[in-house]
């Protein structure tokens, strides 16, 4: 698939549920309005759907949320897709999550044939963890990462940056890192869906925090890639990599190779832009057919915007983007 700009569209990313055991501040609101279960996919629509888009390229899938492990069942979806990696088209089958169901389902993902997986933590402090998290318990993830450790599983940690909340944490959490083998990756806030608060007292440039990270290690340069938007450093004292994710400071749009599917089937072609296509409507008309879900999917790659536009100003009132990360899968 190849949109109008010329770029190959081959990693496909899918919120499984847009329901989540945590409350990050930075991502919810604290009273969430759920969608009702007769809008949301089942587990063999999403698989029929993911089927698809492998067949026209999709190389890459990662299952995300809300909590992509706390959707009932997920696992089967999960098995399903990892027999697609290799000869099935599929490269390679990743996850996004919080970590509080690691401890219970890391073998089983490994076996499945999840390889590599992205955990959120944004300090290593329990109650900084409880603050951002709103209720949750550092411990259960924790156990979380080190139990995908023990199943086999690579382990990279997502961080996002919140200016006056984490901006003290990341030499030691690159520290942590380092000691137990995983790579990090910090993200910068991104102005999606109305939460408690001003986006603009969170906000933390990326390239500060570089600067100040350069004060204490080494970071060289590398052309590293996971086939997502980080840009990637290797720190000398570690021998691991940091990540830096920085859709505010320097627009990425021009390499993105990606599309997000929602829990309900809407195909969004851009993170920071509304437009989208109506997947579920194709998928559930017996008239269509796979030829049919086929066309809707690569009618769709020709709406792909060039970018998005992101700006967090005290002004603007509103976010970029009405809906929550949880709702696009981050
Ligand atoms: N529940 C899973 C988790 O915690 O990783 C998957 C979904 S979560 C929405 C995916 C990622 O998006 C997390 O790393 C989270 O920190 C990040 N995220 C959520 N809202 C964000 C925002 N407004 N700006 C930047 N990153 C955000």
Redesign the pocket.
Known sequence: MIDPFGRRISYLRVSVTDR?D?R?V??MAEDMTFLPKREVLTLEELDRLCGAFIGLGVEKIRL?????LVRRGVIGLIRNLGQRIGAGGLKELTI???GTQLPKMADDLYAAGVRRI???L?TLDPAMFKAVTRWGEIGQTLDGIFAAKAAGLAVKI?A?ALKGVNEGEYDRMLAWCGEHGFDLTL???????EITGDRMDQYLPLSMVRDRLREHWTLEPTDYRTGGPARYFTVKETGRRIGFITPMTHNFCESCNRVRLTCTGTLYMCLGQEDAADLRQVLRDPGAGDEGLRAAIEAAMLRKPKGHDFVIERREARPAVAR???VT??
Do not use: A, F, Q
């Not at 993200?187 to 869906?193: A, D, K, S, V």
């Open positions: 989540c945590l990050c930075y991502c995300t949320g809300g909590e992509p996004t999550t919080n992205n955990v959120s944004d997502n996002v993200i910068e806030t991104m102005p999606l869906g929550h990360m949880s899968g981050g």
